[in-house]
Nanobody, 130 residues
């Protein structure tokens, strides 16, 4: 059973930075694609937004809303994935979730669709204030 645990959330002023981490366990981490999603306050689970993904090859992709401000990375030896959030604004306030799924080498799928991911963490809250 794959388990994911997020950490690093908190409260920050607009323009500030945070680093989130996701630690995985239960399977060979290097075989999995990883992603970050977020769910804004008051929004339904169906509205969960893909933020960034890191493939098993280390290639990253980002939502347009965070491109240039957020940086995702992974360290397979430590079974961790990080998300560095810079230049935060009020619209970044959300619960951030780590997600994973097995990925075949060279495989391709719509990473921003939450229903394409199999395993989820419990989430960590990020609150940005003006």
């Amino acid at each position: 059973e794959v388990q994911l645990v997020e950490s690093g959330g908190g409260s920050v002023q607009a323009g500030g930075s945070l680093r989130l981490s996701c630690r995985g366990s239960g399977d060979t981490y290097g075989r999995f694609c990883m992603a970050w999603f977020r769910q804004a306050p008051g929004k339904a689970r169906e509205a969960r937004e893909g933020v960034a993904t890191v493939g098993r090859d280390g290639i990253t992709r980002y939502a347009d809303s965070v491109k240039g401000r957020f940086t995702a990375s992974r360290e397979n030896a430590a079974d961790t994935m990080d998300l560095l959030l810079d230049s935060l604004n009020n619209e970044d306030t959300a619960t951030y979730y780590c997600a994973s799924r097995y990925c075949a080498p060279g495989g391709n799928f719509n990473w921003s669709n939450q229903y394409n991911w199999e395993y989820w963490g419990q989430g960590t809250q990020v609150t940005v204030s003006s």
